[in-house]
């Protein structure tokens, strides 16, 4: 699409309008008035267009403000194509006529006669077919030309000409008094803006998309060439020496003119605001004093300038305004301007030291340490994009190379946790050791960490860093320095992930030796890793540091957002959570937006929220997959695959199983290949297959088994392994897990295993009064609503080993009645079809040839007489057209109709259905 046409994305309302001007009947004048840039020359070029077709005669008249002092220099552009039809004029009217060429002598001609005459002459030319003259950039037209064609537009109404003037809103011009018909031309609506850009700049990531967008306005032009010019190394999150975004050469001109008739002192003043509000970008929010320029009452007047309504202050008209003064300054005068504008903002630590790093050339120590602490500020409001521009630069201003090089690894640190993983590359290759020098801490765990991550390398990573940890602890650690908890967190996050004992106790060697000076938030983290013997009291010490998240890095808050999982206290904390999503997840930790993503949806699945999980979960994965984050992507998918396995879409369960485990077994990641064995229990316990589901579960953890470091994930799949060994006739087994995880303190230290806990003591009693007991705690617990699923389960389980107890039909009724509409609502289909089993077992409700329960569709017969004959869902969808997954839905809501709970049960039931 030609850039002109391009421009027009937006503006089907003045489209209509002008094309209706030219074809109306009789002639008529009309003024276009936009901001510069706002494409009012492409909705000329649209009428010039509609004309031609119309089969218009068509005259273009284009001002040039270079030519704006010369009298009738616009004038004669109009006249010079009709020059052949002045004879058609009287003699008096072709000697005023003639002076507009240089050829006349005397008196100047006064408007009036030479309106009339020009009147006359266009009258002649558009006798034979309507004429329209159009008039780009009316503003730059000399006056004498202006007031003609202002006298000529009045007075058209009577014969066959159009004229449409266009004019610059911003720019004083001599048709502001003409009293003609106006049609605004406004900025693009949002909507439009971002269609027009993805037009133009289609692979714009959408960091500087968004930077664009806020800064174009609406401003077609501005859409169109700002990317052109935003070189790639430009830091996006607002340039540390304050520099606007670059312009073109068309860009600036709009405005270069005013600006360089000002006065040195209104420049000067200008620049001062301009260089202010950059750093606002920066910052990402307007805290804060703005610098309040002062003495600019002739930039206002030249359209520079608005007034704030709400303040009084003078503020830039535009943003690209304050890019042009912030460009045609001199290097020299934006240091100045910014050494001023550091003496105004010493209490803000953040403005401060953005103004200080601009204007500071040689290396300074003393304004690298505010950068640095400007970092830290900035990282705790969600800035972590921002920290590292700031880091970065405090490594360049760094007088010693062991300062700079720590910098520049901090730098990398948090580019990886913005998931900005190729810059961290960039700033590792930068930051080099001194010639027979360790390499540093900082470095180390930059690196290790960006191997774990991208590339799930976990075992050499903890193995690097473990030992790069203990070479530090050799010597003192500095007071201050954040690298060494930094880097013992990581540690045991790579622990976590590999669930490996014997990286399990070297990190436990290492804390050890730390002793007091362990961080609380890391050994919380270690401790609900290890939930099954260090669970107990830490929902107080969640309580706790979540009190104060305002001084939490957002990493910090990820992990204990992780440890809140382990003891199933999400909900309490679901507000900050989101809070914190917005706030990162676009410059800000992204990666800690990922994981914080992931536990909400962990949240919603346990809460039965099932659709908006799976929302949840998509986004982490889709965030995750933008970035790079190969590690979260990997863990994402697990997490998906454990609520397929609850909604009944196995064959997605399957997958989503098999390609994480294919990822992870190789590399050592034991804390997704233990996720991939409870998608798999979860998966056939869903589909009926006990026996495997058991096989599966004790992949996880033996039964009676909770061990520290190996069998992290066992503790969440504690109600899985109850299920499978009661369902596959391993009372024995079911009873002594139940056991363990009640010995374990597994019900005091999580709300969801007190349930599964005292699920498991009831699914196992000796004795129908045994049970009712333990069932009894379940139904008392206060979270019991708060896990529906599980509860649901629970309830069944109950009933069935009641069942097996020969208790009495009626105690089964009640919980068997609650699971199976749990069951329903949550749609969990094969497990309602189960609860109804158990309930005509128990003769409280028909027979499976109940018209309730056997009324099929006849696609779900078809169905379910191709999966009778042994079919696989592929096959079946071959047959009839549809893809798997829909087969797999039909089958899962013809079970509970047919009153089973397997394909295998399908060719009897099938049998005893009418023809």
């Not at 602890?473 to 007071?479: A, C, D, I």
């Amino acid at each position: 699409m030609d850039p002109l046409d391009a421009l027009l994305i937006g503006r089907e309302r003045e489209l209509a309008l002008l094309s209706s001007f030219v074809t109306a009947p009789g002639g008529q004048a009309l003024v276009l008035r936009g901001e510069a840039g706002v494409g009012k020359s492409a909705l000329v070029g649209h009428v010039a267009g509609v004309a031609v077709r119309e089969r218009h005669a068509l005259i273009r008249v284009t001002g040039v403000e270079a030519e704006s002092e010369l009298p009738f220099a616009g004038l004669h552009q109009c006249l010079y194509p009709l020059l052949e039809r002045t004879g058609e004029l009287d003699t008096r009217q072709r000697s005023v006529l003639e002076g507009v060429f240089g050829r006349g002598s005397g008196e100047p001609p006064s408007v009036m006669s030479l309106g009339i005459a020009v009147l006359d002459l266009l009258a002649l030319a558009g006798a034979d077919r309507p004429l329209t003259l159009l008039i780009d950039d009316g503003q730059w037209l000399d006056d004498s030309s202006a007031e003609v064609f202002g006298f000529v537009a009045r007075r058209l109404s009577a014969g066959s000409v159009k004229m449409l003037i266009a004019l610059r809103a911003d720019t004083r011009s001599s048709f502001d008094n003409a009293r003609l018909p106006e049609l605004p031309v406004a900025a693009l609506s949002a909507d439009a803006a971002g269609r027009l850009l993805d037009l133009h700049h289609p692979r714009l990531g959408e960091r500087v998309r968004r930077t664009v967008l806020d800064h174009a306005q609406g401003n077609p032009l501005a859409l169109h060439e700002l990317p052109l010019h935003l070189a790639a190394p430009h830091p996006l999150g607002g340039p540390l020496d304050g520099t606007a975004l670059p312009l073109s050469r068309r860009l600036q001109l709009l405005y270069a003119a005013r600006i360089e008739r000002l006065d040195h002192g209104a420049r000067a003043e200008l620049l001062r605001g301009a260089l202010d509000g950059t750093l606002d970008r920066l910052r990402g929010d307007g805290h804060g004093r703005r610098y309040r320029m002062r003495n600019v009452e002739q930039a206002a007047a030249s359209g520079l300038l608005d007034v704030d309504a709400a303040t009084g202050s003078f503020v830039f008209r535009h943003p690209l305004v304050r890019s042009a003064v912030v460009q045609l300054a001199t290097p020299d005068q934006r240091r100045a301007a910014h050494a001023e504008l550091a003496g105004v903002h010493r209490d803000d630590v953040e403005r401060y030291a953005g103004h200080l790093a601009a204007a500071t050339v040689d290396p300074d120590e003393s304004v690298a340490e505010v950068l640095q602490a400007a970092a830290e500020s900035t990282v705790r409001r969600g800035g972590a994009a921002a920290a590292v521009t700031w880091l970065t630069r405090a490594a360049e201003l760094s007088e010693r190379p062991a300062d700079r090089s720590r910098r520049l690894a901090d730098a990398a640190y948090i580019a990886s946790q913005a998931a900005l993983l190729d810059q961290a590359q960039r700033l590792l290759h930068r930051s080099v050791a001194e010639p027979g020098t360790a390499e540093p801490l900082a470095a180390v765990l930059a690196s290790a960490h960006a191997d774990f991550v991208q590339a799930g390398a976990v075992r050499p990573a903890f193995r690097r860093l473990a030992a790069a940890i203990e070479r530090r602890l050799e010597g003192e650690p500095k007071s201050g320095d954040e690298t060494l908890p930094r880097a013992v967190d990581a540690l045991v996050t790579m622990a976590h992930y590999a669930g490996d004992p014997a990286l399990w106790q070297q990190a436990e060697r290492i804390l050890e030796a730390l002793g007091e000076r362990v961080h609380p938030l890391t050994a919380m983290y270690r401790d609900a890793s290890a939930v099954a013997r260090s669970g107990v009291g830490l929902r107080a010490r969640l309580e706790q540091a979540f009190a104060d998240p305002a001084h939490l890095a957002p990493w910090d808050l990820a992990r204990l957002a992780v440890c809140a999982s382990h003891v199933d206290v999400l909900s309490q904390y679901r507000t900050q959570l989101r809070r914190a999503v917005e706030r990162e997840q676009d410059d800000g930790a992204v990666s800690s937006a990922m994981i914080l993503l992931r536990m909400l949806m962990l949240d919603q699945m346990y809460s039965g929220d099932w659709d908006e999980a799976e929302r949840t979960a998509q986004r982490a994965l889709e965030l995750a997959t933008e970035h790079g984050h190969v590690l979260l992507a990997y863990h994402g998918r697990a997490c998906l695959g454990q609520l397929a396995a609850r909604q009944g879409r196995l064959d997605t369960a399957r997958k989503l199983q098999s390609a994480v485990d294919a990822w992870a077994r190789p590399r050592g990641v034991g804390l997704l290949t233990q996720i991939t064995e409870a998608i798999a229990t979860g998966t056939a316990l869903t589909e009926g297959d006990f026996e495997a589901a058991y096989l599966y579960a004790i992949g996880m953890t033996p039964p009676g088994s909770f061990d520290r470091h190996s069998h992290q994930i066992a503790p969440r799949a504690l109600l899985e392994l109850l299920e499978a060994a009661l369902y596959s006739g391993r009372l024995e087994e079911a009873r002594r897990h139940a056991l363990a995880a009640c010995e374990a303190g597994l019900p005091q230290a999580s709300p969801r295993l007190a349930l599964s806990a005292y699920g498991g003591l009831a699914m196992t009693a000796d004795d129908p009064a045994e049970a009712a007991q333990a069932y009894a705690r379940v139904e008392a617990h206060p979270a019991a609503r708060d896990f529906p699923f599980e509860l649901a389960r629970v309830r069944l389980a109950h009933a069935v080993r009641l069942r097996q107890l020969r208790a009495p039909r009626a105690a089964r009724k009640e919980p068997l009645l609650l699971a199976a509409t749990e069951f329903n609502r949550l749609a969990a289909t094969a497990w309602e079809a189960r609860a109804r089993t158990e309930l005509r077992h128990a003769g409280l409700l028909p027979g499976p040839s109940a018209p309730d329960l056997a009324v099929l569709t006849w696609q779900e017969r078809r169905i379910a007489e191709l999966a009778a004959r042994g079919l696989t869902n592929k096959d079946i969808g071959k047959r009839t057209g549809l893809s798997p997954r829909t087969v797999s839905s039909h089958l899962y809501r013809v079970f509970p109709k047919l009153g089973i709970t397997s394909r295998a049960a399908l060719r009897d039931a099938l049998a005893r259905l009418p023809e």
